[in-house]
């Protein structure tokens, strides 16, 4: 089976060519972004992976069909960059990837602790030789209420690992979970808002979670609340995050992952002038600690999500194969 890679990292490479061996399948690998100027790429392609830094609309879609491509993977959990309709309507089937949800969990901790902690400010001082503790007394963990928002298998891993700290822990999600019930007591979302010190958001990106932070939510809150988002940028609107900064809402700020960070998280832009004008204002409070979409960022993580494109476009065809030779045989 023949695959182009798009948006390969140097950090994949080496998962790509172990990979494409093992399943017998040729990947030819490029850095680009997929776009209307680089779809020459799929030239006798039956199938592409890519990481989701571009946006995969119909119009491109329909253009990689017109040139025999049959399936889609995105090495990312997420697919909300890929018009999965406009894929349906086409016949291209497209998955998934999947990855412990260890490296998220561990790295939402970290957030929360820095953010309890004064880190930022703290670092800042540091560099310039001022020692001082004034404005930086923290908050303990234990002594706080942590609200979960999505129970899937990181907010699972965060409730786990942040029990030991010994906080009282809420959750909510559309779906629960009877394993959560051992770390945590579900609630309606507006309790949880009304009752947490520390929201933290784990949710996928749905219509019905899209600015799920937003002005009317941030008020349901305790003055002075911590917001960690190291699932996805859109599930709180950043002009929300930004007023309730100003005015005191929100006390501290822990995020991974921004609104519209799609072409500039992950690439060097030194040189350049940040075009998202609400990621350079916000990331300038001294209480918003910003970090570029890294917590999924570990070795097990990597390898995993290239593995999860190779082998999920392998067993894409290898399944339509087979259901065309069972259709043949009626």
């Known amino acids: 089976m023949k695959i182009c890679a798009y948006e390969v990292r140097e950090d994949e490479k080496k998962s790509f060519v172990e990979i494409s061996k093992q399943c017998h399948a040729d990947v030819t690998m490029h850095s680009d972004v997929p776009t209307m100027d680089n779809v020459d790429y799929v030239d006798g392609c039956l199938g592409i992976t890519i990481l989701g830094q571009g946006k995969i609309d119909k119009e491109l879609l329909q253009i990689w069909s ?5 399936y889609v993977s995105t090495r990312t959990i997420g697919y909300n960059h890929i018009d999965l309709d406009a894929a349906e309507e086409l016949g291209i089937k497209v998955c998934n990837a999947n990855y ?7 790295y939402t901790v970290m957030m929360i602790l ?8 703290a670092l800042w001082r540091g560099q310039v030789n001022d020692f ?9 963990l234990g002594d706080l209420t942590v609200g979960i928002m999505g129970t899937g298998r990181i907010g699972q891993t965060v409730m786990k690992l942040i029990k030991g700290f010994g906080c009282q822990i809420l959750a909510y999600d559309p779906y629960p979970n009877e394993l959560v019930k051992e770390y945590a007591e579900y609630v309606e979302m507006d309790e949880l808002y009304a009752r947490s010190d ?34 996805r940028g859109e599930l709180a609107d950043i002009d929300a995050l930004i007023k309730g900064i100003e ?5 501290a700020l822990g995020v991974d992952v921004i609104e519209s960070e799609e072409g500039m998280v992950h690439q060097d832009q030194r040189l350049d002038i940040l075009s998202n004008r609400h990621m350079a204002y916000l990331r300038q409070f001294r209480n918003v600690v910003m970090t570029q979409h890294m917590a999924f960022y570990t070795d097990t993580a990597v390898h995993s999500m290239v593995k999860c494109g ?21």
């Open 114 to 121: 820095m953010c309890l902690r004064h880190y930022k400010q």
């Open 247 to 251: 005015r005191g809402k929100i006390g």
């Open 198 to 231: 520390v929201i933290s958001l784990h949710m996928p990106l749905l219509d019905s979670t899209y600015h799920l932070i937003n002005e009317d939510s941030l008020n349901k809150m305790k003055d002075g609340v911590v917001i960690v988002n190291c699932a």
């Open 132 to 140: 001082s503790l004034n404005g930086l007394e923290g908050r303990e």
């Open 310 to 330: 190779v082998e999920g476009l392998v067993e894409m065809d290898r399944v339509g194969t087979y259901q065309t030779e069972l259709k043949g045989r009626k």
């Open 66 to 70: 017109e040139k025999g491509v049959k």
């Open 100 to 106: 412990p949800p260890s490296g998220v969990a561990e």
